[in-house]
C-alpha cells in the first residue's frame, strides 16, 4: 500500500449482522454443507469429502467475521495533534478480498481512500482494517463502495472523503459471462471532493485513476 498527503472527508451508519435471526450451529452449517455437496452430485463420505464440511464452515467463519465487527470502532481512536495539516491524505492500493451476495463467490481488488481531515485524522492501518471489516460481509461493490466512505464521513466528519473501487468479480468470470481480466470500478465522492472539480482531479490524479470521475454516487 502506497501512502500519500491531500484533502477530504465521510459519512454512513453501520450495517446490523445479526437482524435478530438466530445464528445456526456449527453442526446445522456443517450438515447443509453435506446437503450441497449431495446436490452438486458426489458423496459427502467419501475420503477426499469427509473434512469438507467443516473446512467450509471455518472459511465461512473468517470470510464472513465483518458481520461480528463493529466498524464505528475500528475508527474511534483518532489524532488531533496534527499541526494543523489540512492537506488530501490518501491510501491507495488496500487489497480487497469480498464475496459477492449473488452467488458468494470471490471479488477480487483493490481500494481507494482519501480525505481532507477537518482537525482529526486517523492512523492508516485504520482504514485499510475499515475495509476489511465491510468486505468481509457478502457484498455488491456499489453498496461497499458507499459504506467506506459513509463510514468515514461519519466518524471523523472531514471536509471531503473519496472511495475508489477497483475489482474483478468472479460471478462473471468463472461462470463464462465474460472474459479473465473485465473489473468494475465503483466510487463514492463526499463534501469537497464531490463539490470541487480541483479536489476530485487531485485526489483521482493521486490514485492514478484512468477512469476519470467514475460513478460519482
Given amino acids: 500500500m502506497d501512502v500519500v498527503v491531500g484533502e477530504i472527508r465521510s459519512t454512513e451508519p453501520m450495517l446490523e449482522s445479526s437482524r435478530g435471526r438466530r445464528r445456526p450451529s456449527r453442526s446445522e452449517a456443517e450438515a447443509a454443507v453435506r446437503t450441497l455437496i449431495e446436490w452438486a452430485g458426489d458423496d459427502p463420505d467419501r475420503e477426499g469429502l469427509t473434512g469438507t464440511p467443516g473446512r467450509v464452515a471455518r472459511a465461512y467463519e473468517e470470510f464472513f467475521a465483518g458481520y461480528r465487527e463493529d466498524p464505528v470502532a475500528v475508527l474511534a481512536t483518532t489524532f488531533e495533534e496534527t499541526a494543523a495539516y489540512d492537506e488530501m491524505i490518501v491510501l491507495r492500493d488496500i ?28 492512523g492508516i492501518s485504520k482504514l485499510a482494517r475499515l475495509v476489511e471489516v465491510y468486505a468481509k460481509r457478502m457484498q455488491i ?13 461519519t466518524v471523523l466528519a472531514p471536509r471531503g472523503v473519496g472511495v475508489v ?9 468463472t461462470r463464462g459471462i465474460r472474459k479473465p481480466g473485465v473489473s468494475m470500478v465503483t466510487s463514492r465522492l463526499l463534501g ?3 463539490d470541487d472539480p480541483t479536489t476530485r482531479r487531485e ?15
Fill in 95 to 122: 487489497r480487497l478480498e469480498s464475496h459477492c451476495e449473488h452467488h458468494i463467490v470471490p471479488i477480487l481488488g483493490k481500494v481507494h481512500i482519501g480525505y481532507l481531515p477537518a482537525g482529526r485524522v486517523v
Fill in 141 to 153: 461493490q456499489e453498496a461497499l463502495t458507499a459504506q467506506i466512505a459513509d463510514a468515514i464521513q
Fill in 165 to 173: 473501487v477497483e475489482a474483478a468479480h468472479h460471478c462473471m468470470t
Fill in 192 to 194: 469537497s471532493f464531490r
Fill in 203 to 217: 485526489f483521482l490524479s493521486m490514485i492514478g485513476s484512468h477512469q476519470g470521475t467514475a460513478y460519482e454516487r
